[in-house]
């Protein structure tokens, strides 16, 4: 008798176990001058559609080990999109409870996701005295942090292990998957997790990185006034705690309707269905470019697919609505 071949099995333990691992791939055709490689990081690969899963994964799996989180532990979060769905998606695997505070601009896509994920949903619907929903949103947090016995707050703006999700995925995979230096790292910030930990790990091996931040115009991240934005994902009304500017080399902000404009030219010339972000990192690019020394090889983060805007960036007449908001402030977002 032939002893059976051995097999080694590779089967998840969880669909949190398909997080990561996430493919590159250059764009050629988009940007087809042979003296300049772009090369695109597809965070949207992860399974639950954006590279959030990695923020939730990360956050639950390491407070389930150091004891801060169990099995029926209440996390509360402010969130109207990818991190949200992401960390239902971890509570559902882990036993975890959680309640998702959202206000009127979340989408009735993310909405209905949340819903069909279980989480519970607090929407609040007061305008805050900066002119958005924010700041009700983090109160709405605080009383729930106070009404609920043992509710942990997730607060992914001032939370360490945000930026060390990144670090130890996309920027340590990103390091391993390119043998030659990049000269710029391109990433759409938002807590700024996603930027500092890729380019922390980044720039241990490839010292001479440049990093440049795409916002959206209208945020205040980097400073400036806010001003109104609709692409959720990019751009905050505050500062987040997380935030190291001395650690950016160049700031970019990209408008509503440059974003769309990069969305669809991606999608035309690359076949890539990616969100509004992805877009306002495409435009970034194209406007810094012309500028760079060559050769250069430049690296991007592509966070989530374009599903979740299809009522938005792949829009023509959300895209007709945002040329004409931009027409009537001269460029300028306004609040
Ligand atoms: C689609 C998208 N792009 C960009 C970002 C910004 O990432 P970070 O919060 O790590 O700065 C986010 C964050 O939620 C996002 O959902």
Redesign the pocket.
Known sequence: MTAAPSVAESVGASVFDCVGNTPVVALRRLFPDPDVEVIAKLELMNPGG???DRTARFIVESGLRDGSLAPGSHLVESSS???GIALAMAARVHGLRFTCVVDPKTTSANLAILRSLGVEVEQVTEVDEAGGYLLTRIRRVQELLAGIPGAIWVN?YANDR?WQA?YHGTGAELATQLVRPPSYLFA????????LGCSRRLRERFPGLRVVAVDAAGSVIFGGTPGRREI???GSSRVPELCRPEEVDEVVRVDDVDAALGCRELLAKEGIFA???TGSVVAAIGRVLPRLPRPCRLVAIF??RGDRYLDLVYDDDWLAAARARRADTGGEPRA
């Open positions: 954006s590279m959030k999109g990818n991190f992914q945000n990144y759409a910030v938002s807590t700024t997790g996603s930027i959720p994902g990019i969100g509004g972000s966070p989530d």
